[in-house]
């Protein structure tokens, strides 16, 4: 990989921009029957392989007895130096929920720290997200105090970095004011680009930016545009989604999940794609 194609974290952290999401391990669909797991540590592991050292996971991404945490641990413990994990924290689901259903309390979120720490094997996680609210857009409530305690582990040395996901330009700042914030995962992808406040204020500020649900959601995005441009490159649409997101902003990371070795090599080749001025023109015209 060439230098534009990694991040400096916070600074001090090297990263692939071109990352992988760990919620699909366990099951391919919401609610949908656990995934073979060997097949989701041979994901993992090709993963690395092929160059990313990115990997954003949760305690809350589960499907029965099997866990996104525990097949990363499983696949790559003991960690590469480089590989940087990135976890998230807030949603409150139960072992019978299909998906969360609300939100941690402040005092609920120094043990679910705990248990990323645990079913990672790690004694510090390299990034941790204050997710807020569900789907849905950003809800509209203060986020300090949350933040606050996420700030006192990291002082304690559990967390390396702050980040916060699903939040307002003004979540962001609130939590920019108890602490530094080196990532925001907010949903953008590039048939719905309706994030670009909070994205020029990662731009401005050098905070990472990394999208969830880089393909446009629980299936990929029907546009005109993005076939065209796939037509004109031998490419596949997913393929374009993923490099117009990288080309769209240099503080841009893409984190595309999938339980599919033949997916994951599809994802990972977009980092590759470069998009024409005359590409990027039409990707970005309503």
Known sequence: MNTNEFWMLGGDLKISRMGFGAMRLPASERGGPPNDPDTGRAVLRRAVELGVNHI???????SGDLTANGLISEALRPYRDDLVIATKVGPRRGPRDPMPTGHMEPGELRPEVERNLRELGLDRLDLVYLRIGGLGPAPDEL??????????????????????????????EEARAIAPVTAVQNRFDVTMPQDTEVLRICEREE????PFFPLGGFGIPEDDRITRIAGR?????????????????PVMLAIPGTS?????????????????????AELHTP
């Open 143 to 172: 986020v300090g105090e949350r933040f606050q305690v996420l700030a006192g582990l990291r002082e304690e040395g559990l967390i390396r970095h702050l980040g916060v996901s699903n939040v307002t330009a003004g979540q962001l």
């Open 260 to 280: 599919s070795p033949a997916h994951l090599e599809e994802n990972v080749a977009a980092a590759g794609l470069k998009l024409t001025a005359e590409d990027l």
């Open 56 to 62: 954003d996971t949760a305690a809350f991404y589960f």
């Open 233 to 249: 490159h031998g490419a596949t649409v997913p393929q374009v989604l993923l490099a117009g997101l990288l080309a769209l902003s």
């Open 207 to 210: 905070i990472a930016y990394a």
